[in-house]
């Protein structure tokens, strides 16, 4: 007589196997995906140290005393934050200089705290009030004798995408195999 699989010893232990086939993979996908993550944020630090050292060659004083960008090429002009940067540039007494268009006048965050002209300048995410997720990194530098904040930010979208894309691939592959499974 064949009747419903978890009767059976065999039907038991299937069922049993493809709950914990599929506990493994929801693991590994979680796992693999963190760890994609991780190093995609990395990766975007790597690039936000070597983008604010391009923009940091870019800066210039106005005769306003305020800050402009001196080239009008590549990205540091940029209106688009997929592709520009998103640049923020204080004085040392907290004074907004410069802020990209991109920024639609939306702050990076309050003014830096300078302590004895030291600067955290380890990168963090941070998201701003439109509810975008940014990498932001601080950088002393000086201009003509006159010491400023160069803040520069990245989009994090693209890489919680990826992640979320890595996750759902490896689920979709998941969940396949413990149909497979669950059917023998």
């Known amino acids: 007589m064949i009747g419903f699989p978890a009767r059976t010893l065999r039907g038991r232990l299937t069922i049993l196997y493809g709950i914990l086939l599929a506990f493994a993979l929801v693991f590994y996908a979680a796992g693999t995906s963190l760890y994609q993550l991780h190093g995609l944020k990395k990766q975007l630090d790597t690039s936000l140290d070597r983008d604010i050292e391009t923009v940091e060659g870019l800066i210039a004083l106005s005769p306003g005393g305020g800050v402009e960008l001196r080239s009008k090429e590549g990205e540091a002009r940029e209106d688009r934050h997929e592709r520009g940067y998103l640049l923020e540039v204080w004085s040392v007494d907290g004074k907004l200089l410069y802020r990209s268009a991109g920024l639609d006048g ?12 030291r600067l955290d ?64």
């Open 121 to 184: 300048r380890s990168p963090h995410s941070y998201r701003v009030s439109n509810g975008m997720r940014v990498r932001v990194a601080n950088r002393l530098h000086r201009v003509d004798q006159q010491f400023m904040v160069v803040r520069l930010a990245l989009s994090e979208e693209p890489l919680i995408a990826a992640a979320a894309m890595s996750f759902s691939a490896v689920s979709v592959i998941g969940n396949a195999l413990r149909l497979l499974t669950t059917k023998l």
């Open 106 to 117: 939306i702050p990076l965050g309050a003014p830096p705290q300078l302590a004895g002209m």
